[in-house]
Protein backbone atom coordinates (compact mmCIF):
# COMPACT_ATOMS: atom_id res chain seq x y z
CA UNK A 1 0.00 0.00 0.00
CA UNK A 2 2.71 2.31 0.97
CA UNK A 3 4.79 1.58 -2.60
CA UNK A 4 1.58 2.29 -4.39
CA UNK A 5 0.73 5.34 -2.78
CA UNK A 6 4.19 6.59 -3.82
CA UNK A 7 4.26 5.90 -7.15
CA UNK A 8 0.80 7.41 -7.74
CA UNK A 9 2.17 11.09 -5.53
CA UNK A 10 4.95 10.91 -7.92
CA UNK A 11 2.85 11.07 -11.30
CA UNK A 12 0.25 13.18 -9.23
CA UNK A 13 -2.22 10.95 -9.41
CA UNK A 14 -5.56 10.74 -7.37
CA UNK A 15 -6.36 9.61 -3.93
CA UNK A 16 -6.21 6.45 -3.88
CA UNK A 17 -8.71 3.93 -1.97
CA UNK A 18 -7.96 0.00 -0.99
CA UNK A 19 -11.29 -1.28 -0.57
CA UNK A 20 -9.93 -4.73 0.89
CA UNK A 21 -6.93 -4.26 3.40
CA UNK A 22 -5.39 -7.73 4.36
CA UNK A 23 -6.27 -8.71 7.76
CA UNK A 24 -7.47 -5.27 8.76
CA UNK A 25 -11.65 -4.93 7.87
CA UNK A 26 -11.33 -1.20 7.67
CA UNK A 27 -10.81 -0.19 4.19
CA UNK A 28 -8.57 2.95 3.92
CA UNK A 29 -7.82 5.83 1.51
CA UNK A 30 -4.16 7.92 0.94
CA UNK A 31 -3.29 11.19 -0.68
CA UNK A 32 -6.26 12.87 0.08
CA UNK A 33 -3.77 16.01 0.13
CA UNK A 34 -1.67 15.03 -2.42
CA UNK A 35 -1.82 18.03 -4.87
CA UNK A 36 -1.43 21.66 -3.84
CA UNK A 37 -4.79 21.73 -5.89
CA UNK A 38 -6.29 19.31 -4.25
CA UNK A 39 -5.68 20.50 -1.22
CA UNK A 40 -6.68 24.11 -1.69
CA UNK A 41 -9.79 22.50 -2.94
CA UNK A 42 -10.74 20.87 0.12
CA UNK A 43 -10.77 23.95 2.11
CA UNK A 44 -12.32 26.24 -0.79
CA UNK A 45 -14.81 27.27 1.40
CA UNK A 46 -13.40 28.32 4.61
CA UNK A 47 -9.60 29.12 3.89
CA UNK A 48 -9.39 32.87 3.33
CA UNK A 49 -11.36 33.07 6.20
CA UNK A 50 -8.87 31.68 8.21
CA UNK A 51 -5.95 33.06 6.65
CA UNK A 52 -7.58 36.46 7.42
CA UNK A 53 -8.40 35.13 11.16
CA UNK A 54 -4.48 34.58 11.40
CA UNK A 55 -3.50 37.80 10.38
CA UNK A 56 -5.75 39.36 12.87
CA UNK A 57 -3.98 37.50 15.49
CA UNK A 58 -0.59 38.13 14.54
CA UNK A 59 -1.68 42.13 14.17
CA UNK A 60 -4.72 42.76 16.37
CA UNK A 61 -4.89 46.59 15.38
CA UNK A 62 -6.04 45.48 11.31
CA UNK A 63 -9.67 45.44 13.07
CA UNK A 64 -9.36 49.19 13.13
CA UNK A 65 -7.02 49.66 9.46
CA UNK A 66 -9.03 47.95 7.81
CA UNK A 67 -12.58 47.61 9.85
CA UNK A 68 -14.67 46.19 6.84
CA UNK A 69 -11.83 43.46 5.88
CA UNK A 70 -12.30 42.21 9.77
CA UNK A 71 -16.08 42.58 9.86
CA UNK A 72 -16.53 38.57 9.04
CA UNK A 73 -13.91 37.68 12.43
CA UNK A 74 -16.50 37.33 14.72
CA UNK A 75 -18.49 35.24 13.06
CA UNK A 76 -15.50 32.96 11.91
CA UNK A 77 -14.15 32.66 15.54
CA UNK A 78 -18.06 32.06 16.93
CA UNK A 79 -18.55 29.29 14.57
CA UNK A 80 -15.07 27.91 15.33
CA UNK A 81 -15.65 27.71 18.95
CA UNK A 82 -15.70 23.87 19.88
CA UNK A 83 -18.78 22.04 21.09
CA UNK A 84 -19.96 19.79 23.01
CA UNK A 85 -21.90 16.86 20.95
CA UNK A 86 -25.15 15.27 22.09
CA UNK A 87 -24.21 12.16 19.64
CA UNK A 88 -20.72 10.84 18.93
CA UNK A 89 -20.67 8.25 15.81
CA UNK A 90 -17.06 7.05 16.24
CA UNK A 91 -18.34 5.60 20.04
CA UNK A 92 -20.94 3.24 17.89
CA UNK A 93 -18.17 0.07 17.81
CA UNK A 94 -14.96 -0.54 19.53
CA UNK A 95 -12.23 -2.73 18.08
CA UNK A 96 -8.54 -3.51 18.62
CA UNK A 97 -5.32 -2.17 17.29
CA UNK A 98 -4.56 -5.13 15.63
CA UNK A 99 -7.41 -5.30 13.56
CA UNK A 100 -6.30 -1.49 11.90
CA UNK A 101 -4.73 -1.66 9.01
CA UNK A 102 -0.71 -2.33 9.86
CA UNK A 103 0.65 -0.29 7.11
CA UNK A 104 4.45 -0.75 7.19
CA UNK A 105 6.28 2.06 4.36
CA UNK A 106 9.52 0.96 4.54
CA UNK A 107 11.59 -2.31 4.50
CA UNK A 108 13.56 -1.07 7.52
CA UNK A 109 11.01 0.22 9.42
CA UNK A 110 10.02 -1.37 12.87
CA UNK A 111 6.46 -2.29 12.57
CA UNK A 112 3.10 -0.63 11.46
CA UNK A 113 2.39 2.79 12.12
CA UNK A 114 0.16 5.76 12.27
CA UNK A 115 0.28 8.47 9.96
CA UNK A 116 -1.97 10.79 10.09
CA UNK A 117 -2.97 10.52 13.62
CA UNK A 118 -4.01 13.74 15.52
CA UNK A 119 -2.61 13.63 19.12
CA UNK A 120 -4.43 15.26 21.67
CA UNK A 121 -3.46 15.88 25.44
CA UNK A 122 -4.57 18.64 27.38
CA UNK A 123 -1.94 20.54 30.01
CA UNK A 124 -2.47 18.81 33.63
CA UNK A 125 -2.13 21.91 35.20
CA UNK A 126 -4.22 24.26 33.14
CA UNK A 127 -6.78 21.46 31.77
CA UNK A 128 -9.18 21.78 29.57
CA UNK A 129 -9.69 22.34 25.84
CA UNK A 130 -7.92 25.90 25.07
CA UNK A 131 -5.08 24.50 26.94
CA UNK A 132 -4.89 21.34 24.93
CA UNK A 133 -2.37 20.36 22.17
CA UNK A 134 -3.15 18.61 18.87
CA UNK A 135 -0.32 17.20 17.11
CA UNK A 136 0.81 14.39 14.45
CA UNK A 137 3.10 12.39 16.49
CA UNK A 138 3.68 8.76 15.06
CA UNK A 139 2.32 6.41 16.53
CA UNK A 140 4.06 2.70 16.65
CA UNK A 141 0.72 0.38 16.15
CA UNK A 142 2.97 -2.97 16.66
CA UNK A 143 5.99 -4.56 16.91
CA UNK A 144 9.19 -4.45 18.67
CA UNK A 145 8.32 -4.84 22.61
CA UNK A 146 4.98 -3.37 22.77
CA UNK A 147 2.13 -5.75 24.35
CA UNK A 148 -0.05 -6.90 21.71
CA UNK A 149 -3.12 -4.87 21.62
CA UNK A 150 -2.49 -3.07 25.06
CA UNK A 151 0.27 -0.82 23.93
CA UNK A 152 1.75 1.20 21.80
CA UNK A 153 4.90 3.78 20.65
CA UNK A 154 4.05 7.52 21.14
CA UNK A 155 7.14 9.71 19.73
CA UNK A 156 7.41 13.41 19.91
CA UNK A 157 9.72 15.21 18.84
CA UNK A 158 11.83 18.44 20.62
CA UNK A 159 10.18 21.48 20.66
CA UNK A 160 6.66 20.02 21.02
CA UNK A 161 3.48 20.66 23.05
CA UNK A 162 3.15 17.62 24.12
CA UNK A 163 6.15 17.70 25.81
CA UNK A 164 5.27 20.44 28.02
CA UNK A 165 2.25 18.41 28.85
CA UNK A 166 4.23 14.96 29.64
CA UNK A 167 6.87 17.32 31.76
CA UNK A 168 4.16 18.85 33.76
CA UNK A 169 2.69 14.76 34.22
CA UNK A 170 5.98 13.79 35.28
CA UNK A 171 6.17 16.56 38.03
CA UNK A 172 2.80 15.96 39.35
CA UNK A 173 3.54 11.72 38.99
CA UNK A 174 0.67 11.61 37.25
CA UNK A 175 -0.35 9.35 33.80
CA UNK A 176 -0.47 11.52 30.59
CA UNK A 177 -4.46 11.03 29.13
CA UNK A 178 -3.90 10.79 25.43
CA UNK A 179 -6.18 10.53 22.80
CA UNK A 180 -5.58 9.40 19.06
CA UNK A 181 -8.12 10.72 16.16
CA UNK A 182 -7.88 9.58 12.95
CA UNK A 183 -10.07 10.66 10.23
CA UNK A 184 -12.96 12.77 10.18
CA UNK A 185 -12.52 16.17 8.72
CA UNK A 186 -9.44 16.56 7.20
CA UNK A 187 -9.34 20.07 8.74
CA UNK A 188 -9.03 18.22 11.85
CA UNK A 189 -6.38 16.65 10.24
CA UNK A 190 -4.24 19.66 8.85
CA UNK A 191 -5.28 21.39 12.40
CA UNK A 192 -2.75 18.76 13.61
CA UNK A 193 0.06 19.96 11.57
CA UNK A 194 -0.37 23.25 11.77
CA UNK A 195 2.43 26.19 13.55
CA UNK A 196 0.02 28.65 15.07
CA UNK A 197 0.21 31.81 17.18
CA UNK A 198 0.30 32.22 21.02
CA UNK A 199 -2.75 31.56 22.44
CA UNK A 200 -5.10 30.48 19.00
CA UNK A 201 -6.03 26.47 19.94
CA UNK A 202 -5.54 24.04 17.54
CA UNK A 203 -9.02 22.61 18.40
CA UNK A 204 -10.45 26.40 17.32
CA UNK A 205 -8.77 26.70 14.14
CA UNK A 206 -9.83 23.07 13.24
CA UNK A 207 -13.45 24.56 13.56
CA UNK A 208 -12.80 27.42 11.90
CA UNK A 209 -10.73 25.53 8.62
CA UNK A 210 -13.72 22.80 8.98
CA UNK A 211 -16.32 25.48 8.70
CA UNK A 212 -17.88 23.85 11.99
CA UNK A 213 -16.90 23.81 15.89
CA UNK A 214 -14.83 20.95 16.60
CA UNK A 215 -17.35 18.44 17.99
CA UNK A 216 -16.63 16.37 21.21
CA UNK A 217 -17.45 14.58 23.88
CA UNK A 218 -15.65 12.81 27.43
CA UNK A 219 -15.78 9.42 27.75
CA UNK A 220 -14.01 7.97 30.99
CA UNK A 221 -12.05 11.03 31.11
CA UNK A 222 -10.94 10.91 28.08
CA UNK A 223 -12.01 14.05 25.23
CA UNK A 224 -13.41 11.93 22.04
CA UNK A 225 -13.85 13.61 18.82
CA UNK A 226 -17.36 12.49 17.71
CA UNK A 227 -16.17 13.21 13.98
CA UNK A 228 -13.56 11.39 13.84
CA UNK A 229 -13.39 7.71 12.07
CA UNK A 230 -11.25 5.82 14.64
CA UNK A 231 -10.61 6.99 18.26
CA UNK A 232 -7.71 5.44 20.32
CA UNK A 233 -7.40 6.55 24.37
CA UNK A 234 -5.16 5.46 26.48
CA UNK A 235 -2.57 6.96 29.06
CA UNK A 236 1.50 7.24 29.52
CA UNK A 237 2.72 5.95 32.81
CA UNK A 238 5.46 8.03 34.40
CA UNK A 239 8.87 6.39 33.73
CA UNK A 240 7.05 3.85 30.56
CA UNK A 241 9.63 3.94 27.87
CA UNK A 242 10.28 1.03 25.12
CA UNK A 243 12.31 1.34 22.29
CA UNK A 244 10.42 3.18 19.50
CA UNK A 245 11.14 2.55 15.89
CA UNK A 246 13.10 2.59 13.35
CA UNK A 247 11.22 5.11 10.84
CA UNK A 248 11.48 6.18 7.47
CA UNK A 249 11.04 9.80 7.63
CA UNK A 250 10.53 12.68 6.16
CA UNK A 251 14.18 13.78 5.71
CA UNK A 252 15.06 10.47 3.49
CA UNK A 253 16.46 8.80 6.03
CA UNK A 254 15.38 6.16 9.31
CA UNK A 255 14.83 7.72 12.29
CA UNK A 256 17.20 4.72 14.59
CA UNK A 257 15.26 3.09 17.40
CA UNK A 258 15.11 5.18 20.48
CA UNK A 259 13.62 4.79 23.95
CA UNK A 260 10.12 6.96 23.81
CA UNK A 261 6.80 6.60 26.05
CA UNK A 262 4.54 4.05 25.88
CA UNK A 263 1.15 4.46 25.12
CA UNK A 264 -1.32 2.12 27.71
CA UNK A 265 -4.26 1.77 25.10
CA UNK A 266 -7.20 1.56 27.09
CA UNK A 267 -10.22 1.62 24.17
CA UNK A 268 -10.26 2.01 20.58
CA UNK A 269 -13.37 3.42 18.85
CA UNK A 270 -14.63 3.54 15.16
CA UNK A 271 -17.64 4.34 13.49
CA UNK A 272 -19.75 2.67 11.05
CA UNK A 273 -18.17 2.53 7.93
CA UNK A 274 -15.03 3.86 9.18
CA UNK A 275 -11.94 4.57 6.53
CA UNK A 276 -8.28 4.32 7.47
CA UNK A 277 -6.28 7.42 6.35
CA UNK A 278 -3.10 7.39 5.68
CA UNK A 279 0.26 9.00 4.04
CA UNK A 280 3.54 8.18 3.15
CA UNK A 281 6.83 10.12 4.27
CA UNK A 282 10.23 9.88 2.43
CA UNK A 283 12.48 12.16 0.66
CA UNK A 284 10.87 14.78 -0.10
CA UNK A 285 8.68 15.80 -2.02
CA UNK A 286 5.90 13.75 -0.63
CA UNK A 287 2.40 14.12 0.18
CA UNK A 288 3.13 16.22 3.26
CA UNK A 289 5.04 18.52 1.46
CA UNK A 290 1.20 20.27 0.47
CA UNK A 291 0.82 20.07 4.38
CA UNK A 292 4.03 22.49 4.32
CA UNK A 293 3.16 24.70 1.48
CA UNK A 294 -0.16 25.63 3.22
CA UNK A 295 1.15 26.09 6.55
CA UNK A 296 3.78 28.47 4.83
CA UNK A 297 0.98 30.21 2.79
CA UNK A 298 -1.37 30.89 6.34
CA UNK A 299 1.50 31.70 8.93
CA UNK A 300 4.15 32.66 6.48
CA UNK A 301 2.63 36.94 7.03
CA UNK A 302 2.52 36.26 11.15
CA UNK A 303 6.72 36.27 10.99
CA UNK A 304 7.24 39.91 9.63
CA UNK A 305 4.70 40.66 12.30
CA UNK A 306 6.32 39.08 14.98
CA UNK A 307 9.73 39.56 14.01
CA UNK A 308 9.74 43.56 13.09
CA UNK A 309 12.00 43.34 9.99
CA UNK A 310 11.67 40.29 8.47
CA UNK A 311 10.40 40.70 5.19
CA UNK A 312 9.74 36.86 3.65
CA UNK A 313 10.70 33.23 5.25
CA UNK A 314 10.97 29.77 3.31
CA UNK A 315 11.84 26.84 5.21
CA UNK A 316 12.95 24.47 1.68
CA UNK A 317 10.93 20.83 1.81
CA UNK A 318 13.56 19.57 -0.42
CA UNK A 319 16.61 20.11 1.85
CA UNK A 320 14.14 18.06 4.44
CA UNK A 321 12.40 21.61 5.93
CA UNK A 322 14.32 22.43 9.70
CA UNK A 323 17.75 21.46 7.59
CA UNK A 324 17.58 24.81 5.74
CA UNK A 325 15.56 28.13 6.03
CA UNK A 326 16.16 30.92 3.86
CA UNK A 327 15.23 34.36 4.70
CA UNK A 328 15.13 38.22 3.71
CA UNK A 329 15.06 40.52 6.12
CA UNK A 330 15.81 44.34 6.42
CA UNK A 331 19.53 46.19 6.80
CA UNK A 332 19.44 49.94 8.06
CA UNK A 333 21.76 50.06 10.77
CA UNK A 334 24.32 52.57 10.31
CA UNK A 335 24.30 52.94 6.61
CA UNK A 336 26.87 55.70 6.43
CA UNK A 337 29.51 52.82 7.29
CA UNK A 338 28.99 50.48 4.11
CA UNK A 339 26.82 48.03 3.43
CA UNK A 340 27.52 44.94 5.53
CA UNK A 341 25.28 42.59 7.64
CA UNK A 342 24.47 43.99 10.92
CA UNK A 343 20.40 44.50 11.28
CA UNK A 344 20.32 41.01 9.58
CA UNK A 345 22.12 39.26 11.96
CA UNK A 346 19.95 40.55 14.95
CA UNK A 347 16.74 39.44 12.64
CA UNK A 348 19.10 35.91 12.20
CA UNK A 349 19.19 35.36 16.04
CA UNK A 350 15.58 36.19 16.60
CA UNK A 351 14.80 33.93 14.08
CA UNK A 352 16.20 30.66 15.33
CA UNK A 353 14.56 31.75 18.59
CA UNK A 354 11.14 31.58 16.82
CA UNK A 355 8.37 28.63 17.44
CA UNK A 356 9.48 26.08 14.54
CA UNK A 357 12.16 28.29 13.03
CA UNK A 358 14.27 26.89 16.14
CA UNK A 359 15.01 24.13 14.47
CA UNK A 360 16.79 25.14 11.81
CA UNK A 361 20.18 23.78 10.90
CA UNK A 362 21.53 26.33 8.40
CA UNK A 363 19.63 30.00 8.32
CA UNK A 364 20.73 31.78 4.60
CA UNK A 365 19.67 35.46 5.08
CA UNK A 366 20.12 38.46 2.53
CA UNK A 367 19.43 42.40 2.68
CA UNK A 368 16.33 43.07 1.19
CA UNK A 369 17.42 46.53 -0.12
CA UNK A 370 20.51 44.71 -2.52
CA UNK A 371 17.13 43.81 -4.75
CA UNK A 372 13.18 44.35 -3.82
CA UNK A 373 12.62 41.65 -6.56
CA UNK A 374 14.36 39.10 -4.60
CA UNK A 375 12.08 35.83 -4.21
CA UNK A 376 12.30 33.57 -1.01
CA UNK A 377 10.71 31.13 -2.67
CA UNK A 378 12.57 30.90 -5.99
CA UNK A 379 15.70 28.44 -4.11
CA UNK A 380 18.22 28.54 -6.99
CA UNK A 381 18.01 32.61 -7.45
CA UNK A 382 18.25 33.25 -3.83
CA UNK A 383 20.87 30.90 -3.90
CA UNK A 384 22.76 33.07 -7.01
CA UNK A 385 21.66 36.46 -5.10
CA UNK A 386 23.81 35.15 -1.92
CA UNK A 387 26.89 33.81 -3.70
CA UNK A 388 27.53 36.69 -5.52
CA UNK A 389 27.74 39.07 -2.15
CA UNK A 390 28.98 36.84 0.68
CA UNK A 391 32.23 37.12 2.41
CA UNK A 392 33.27 33.93 3.93
CA UNK A 393 35.91 35.90 5.98
CA UNK A 394 33.39 38.20 7.85
CA UNK A 395 29.56 36.15 6.97
CA UNK A 396 29.34 32.96 8.69
CA UNK A 397 28.22 32.94 12.49
CA UNK A 398 28.20 29.73 14.13
CA UNK A 399 26.55 27.96 16.89
CA UNK A 400 28.84 24.98 17.89
CA UNK A 401 26.65 22.74 20.43
CA UNK A 402 23.38 23.60 20.32
CA UNK A 403 19.86 21.58 19.99
CA UNK A 404 18.98 20.15 16.45
CA UNK A 405 15.63 18.34 14.47
CA UNK A 406 15.59 14.92 16.38
CA UNK A 407 15.30 13.69 13.27
CA UNK A 408 18.18 14.82 11.91
CA UNK A 409 21.31 12.49 12.60
CA UNK A 410 24.47 14.33 11.09
CA UNK A 411 24.54 15.83 14.18
CA UNK A 412 26.47 14.59 17.34
CA UNK A 413 23.78 13.15 19.06
CA UNK A 414 19.71 12.55 19.19
CA UNK A 415 18.62 16.48 19.72
CA UNK A 416 22.23 17.48 19.40
CA UNK A 417 24.51 19.50 16.35
CA UNK A 418 25.09 22.59 15.44
CA UNK A 419 23.66 25.67 13.49
CA UNK A 420 25.24 28.10 11.34
CA UNK A 421 23.87 31.97 10.16
CA UNK A 422 25.10 32.90 6.44
CA UNK A 423 23.90 36.99 6.14
CA UNK A 424 24.82 38.73 2.98
CA UNK A 425 24.49 42.42 2.86
CA UNK A 426 25.87 44.86 -0.04
CA UNK A 427 27.03 44.96 -3.52
CA UNK A 428 28.38 41.96 -5.65
CA UNK A 429 32.02 41.17 -5.01
CA UNK A 430 32.14 38.68 -7.72
CA UNK A 431 30.89 36.65 -11.20
CA UNK A 432 29.46 32.96 -10.48
CA UNK A 433 31.20 30.73 -12.73
CA UNK A 434 29.12 28.32 -14.81
CA UNK A 435 31.85 25.61 -15.92
CA UNK A 436 35.01 23.64 -14.30
CA UNK A 437 37.80 24.88 -15.85
CA UNK A 438 39.83 22.99 -18.26
CA UNK A 439 42.93 22.57 -15.54
CA UNK A 440 41.49 20.74 -12.51
CA UNK A 441 44.17 18.72 -10.45
CA UNK A 442 42.59 17.71 -7.26
CA UNK A 443 43.98 15.29 -4.24
CA UNK A 444 44.31 12.08 -4.59
CA UNK A 445 40.39 10.13 -4.25
CA UNK A 446 38.78 13.70 -4.79
CA UNK A 447 37.53 13.79 -8.73
CA UNK A 448 34.68 14.24 -11.25
CA UNK A 449 33.82 17.68 -10.61
CA UNK A 450 30.52 18.82 -11.72
CA UNK A 451 28.55 22.05 -11.98
CA UNK A 452 25.61 21.97 -9.67
CA UNK A 453 24.45 25.46 -10.37
CA UNK A 454 26.43 28.87 -11.49
CA UNK A 455 28.87 28.97 -8.54
CA UNK A 456 28.52 26.17 -6.65
CA UNK A 457 30.95 23.30 -7.61
CA UNK A 458 30.51 19.37 -6.69
CA UNK A 459 33.38 17.24 -6.18
CA UNK A 460 33.23 13.31 -5.80
CA UNK A 461 35.18 12.82 -2.55
CA UNK A 462 36.50 9.06 -1.13
CA UNK A 463 34.32 7.59 1.75
CA UNK A 464 34.33 9.51 5.02
CA UNK A 465 36.50 7.55 7.37
CA UNK A 466 36.38 9.52 10.72
CA UNK A 467 36.68 13.47 12.04
CA UNK A 468 40.28 12.81 13.20
CA UNK A 469 41.13 11.80 9.19
CA UNK A 470 38.60 14.27 7.42
CA UNK A 471 40.39 17.52 8.27
CA UNK A 472 43.53 16.05 6.93
CA UNK A 473 42.27 15.12 3.52
CA UNK A 474 40.18 18.61 2.97
CA UNK A 475 43.43 20.43 3.96
CA UNK A 476 45.30 18.44 1.33
CA UNK A 477 41.88 19.11 -1.29
CA UNK A 478 42.12 23.02 -0.10
CA UNK A 479 46.26 22.86 -1.02
CA UNK A 480 45.57 22.07 -4.51
CA UNK A 481 42.38 24.31 -5.02
CA UNK A 482 44.70 27.07 -4.36
CA UNK A 483 46.76 26.15 -7.19
CA UNK A 484 44.06 26.37 -9.65
CA UNK A 485 42.90 29.55 -11.65
CA UNK A 486 39.60 30.49 -12.37
CA UNK A 487 37.78 29.58 -9.22
CA UNK A 488 36.89 32.70 -8.11
CA UNK A 489 33.37 32.46 -9.61
CA UNK A 490 32.93 29.11 -7.30
CA UNK A 491 32.58 30.33 -3.70
CA UNK A 492 30.88 27.25 -2.79
CA UNK A 493 31.93 23.62 -3.27
CA UNK A 494 30.71 20.33 -2.01
CA UNK A 495 32.11 17.39 -1.38
CA UNK A 496 29.56 14.56 -2.20
CA UNK A 497 30.00 10.28 -2.24
CA UNK A 498 28.22 10.69 -5.64
CA UNK A 499 29.06 14.17 -7.70
CA UNK A 500 26.81 13.67 -10.42
CA UNK A 501 23.83 12.56 -8.53
CA UNK A 502 24.29 15.35 -6.37
CA UNK A 503 24.75 18.03 -9.18
CA UNK A 504 21.09 16.48 -11.31
CA UNK A 505 18.68 18.45 -9.83
CA UNK A 506 18.48 21.84 -7.61
CA UNK A 507 16.47 18.76 -5.47
CA UNK A 508 19.28 16.39 -5.28
CA UNK A 509 21.39 18.94 -4.55
CA UNK A 510 19.49 20.54 -1.81
CA UNK A 511 18.59 16.97 0.10
CA UNK A 512 22.49 15.70 -0.10
CA UNK A 513 24.01 19.11 0.81
CA UNK A 514 21.74 20.11 3.74
CA UNK A 515 20.80 16.83 5.33
CA UNK A 516 24.16 15.44 5.40
CA UNK A 517 26.11 18.11 7.09
CA UNK A 518 26.49 19.29 10.91
CA UNK A 519 27.67 23.19 10.33
CA UNK A 520 30.57 22.83 12.87
CA UNK A 521 31.87 19.59 11.97
CA UNK A 522 31.64 19.82 8.18
CA UNK A 523 32.37 23.38 7.16
CA UNK A 524 35.75 23.73 5.84
CA UNK A 525 37.57 26.59 4.01
CA UNK A 526 40.30 27.00 1.24
CA UNK A 527 42.76 29.59 3.48
CA UNK A 528 40.36 29.54 6.10
CA UNK A 529 41.46 31.09 10.06
CA UNK A 530 40.48 31.43 13.25
CA UNK A 531 40.78 34.86 14.82
CA UNK A 532 39.31 35.28 18.57
CA UNK A 533 36.92 32.79 18.36
CA UNK A 534 35.53 33.87 14.62
CA UNK A 535 36.08 31.46 11.54
CA UNK A 536 36.11 31.81 8.20
CA UNK A 537 38.22 31.62 5.34
CA UNK A 538 39.37 33.82 1.95
CA UNK A 539 38.75 31.03 -0.22
CA UNK A 540 36.06 28.57 -1.59
CA UNK A 541 33.69 27.71 1.43
CA UNK A 542 33.64 23.70 1.26
CA UNK A 543 30.36 21.37 3.01
CA UNK A 544 31.56 18.20 3.60
CA UNK A 545 28.47 16.21 2.06
CA UNK A 546 29.49 12.62 2.25
CA UNK A 547 27.67 10.09 4.60
CA UNK A 548 29.15 9.70 7.85
CA UNK A 549 29.32 6.86 9.51
CA UNK A 550 26.92 8.11 12.29
CA UNK A 551 24.40 9.06 9.84
CA UNK A 552 21.24 6.92 9.97
CA UNK A 553 20.95 5.29 6.12
CA UNK A 554 19.13 6.46 3.08
CA UNK A 555 15.07 4.97 2.26
CA UNK A 556 15.51 2.40 -0.42
CA UNK A 557 12.35 0.69 -1.41
CA UNK A 558 12.18 -3.25 -1.46
CA UNK A 559 12.68 -3.92 -5.22
CA UNK A 560 9.99 -7.04 -5.23
CA UNK A 561 7.45 -4.73 -3.87
CA UNK A 562 8.20 -2.18 -6.31
CA UNK A 563 8.01 -4.45 -9.37
CA UNK A 564 4.38 -5.89 -8.08
CA UNK A 565 3.26 -2.44 -8.12
CA UNK A 566 4.59 -1.50 -11.60
CA UNK A 567 2.57 -4.49 -12.72
CA UNK A 568 -0.45 -2.52 -11.52
CA UNK A 569 -0.57 -0.07 -13.94
CA UNK A 570 -0.53 -2.61 -16.77
CA UNK A 571 -3.34 -2.64 -19.30
CA UNK A 572 -6.20 -3.82 -17.53
CA UNK A 573 -4.82 -3.62 -14.09
CA UNK A 574 -6.16 -0.96 -11.46
CA UNK A 575 -3.45 1.67 -11.79
CA UNK A 576 -3.15 1.51 -16.21
CA UNK A 577 -3.31 5.12 -17.34
CA UNK A 578 -1.93 6.70 -13.66
CA UNK A 579 1.56 6.29 -14.42
Not at 253 to 272: A, G, I, N, T
Not at 353 to 372: N, T
Not at 477 to 497: H, N, Q, R, T
Not at 543 to 551: E, G, I, S, Y
Amino acid sequence: MAAIHRRVHAAGGPAIFYERVKGSPFPAVSNLFGTLKRSRFIFRETLEAVKKLVRFKAEPGVFFKRPFEALSLPWTALTSLPRRAGHAPVLQHETTLSALPQIQSWPGDGGPFILLPQVYTENPDRPGLFNSNLGMYRIQLSGNHYEKDREAGLHYQIRRDIGIHHAAALRRGEPLRVSIFVGGPPAHTFAAVMYLPEGLSEIFFAGALAGRGFRYQRQNGHLISADADFCITGSVLPGELKPEGPFGDHLGYYSLQHDFPVLKVDKVYHRRDAIWPFTVVGRPPQEDSQFGRLIQEIAGPMIPKEIPGIKAVHAVDAAGVHPLLLAIGSERYVPYQGRRPQEILTLAHALLGYGPCSLSKFLWIAAGEDDPLLDVQDTAAFFRHMLERVDWSRDLHFQTATTMDTLDYSGTGLNEGSKVVIAAAGPRRRTLSAAVPDSFPLAEGFGDPVVAFPGILVIKAPPFRDYRTAPAEIKILSYFLEKIEGLEGFPLMVLADDSHFTAASLNHFLWVTFTRTNPAHDIEGVRSFSEFKHWGCHGPLILDARLKLHHAPPLEENAGIYRRVEALAAAGKPLHGIF
